[in-house]
Nanobody, 127 residues
């Protein structure tokens, strides 16, 4: 079983930037696509970004296109989410997740495809 741990969340002002990290441990030899999701209080989980195991395919949710960038470093078993031009509506708990069944594809980002999930990291954007 793969374990995922998110880090890098915090409090930032509108227009600021944060970089989230998702570090994997355990069965890291398995190929998997990695996705980022977020959930705000009282709302459902939203797909934010995804990157395939071979770096070649990425996908983004409409609400973050042009502002967020997902990258990965397989040597470090880490996936990053660079978040720029943050807005109050980006406030949420951010989760990363691994999809073993579709390691080379990301579009569309389907929550039910992801089998392993981290515990989440809180991002708060003040106005």
């Amino acid at each position: 079983q793969l374990q995922l741990a998110e880090s890098g969340g915090g409090l930032v002002q509108t227009g600021g930037s944060l970089r989230l990290s998702c570090t994997a441990s355990g069965f890291t030899w398995k190929s998997y696509a990695t996705g980022w999701f977020r959930q705000a209080p009282g709302k459902g989980r939203e797909a934010i970004a995804c990157i395939s195991t071979n770096y070649q395919n990425t996908a983004y949710g409409d609400s973050v296109k042009g502002r967020f960038t997902i990258t990965r470093d397989n040597a470090k078993n880490t996936v990053y989410l660079q978040m720029n031009d943050l807005k109050p509506e980006d406030t949420a708990t951010y989760f990363c997740a691994a999809d073993y069944s579709h390691p080379f594809t990301c579009d569309p980002i389907l929550e039910w495809d992801f089998e392993s999930w981290g515990q989440g990291t809180q991002v708060t954007v003040s106005s």
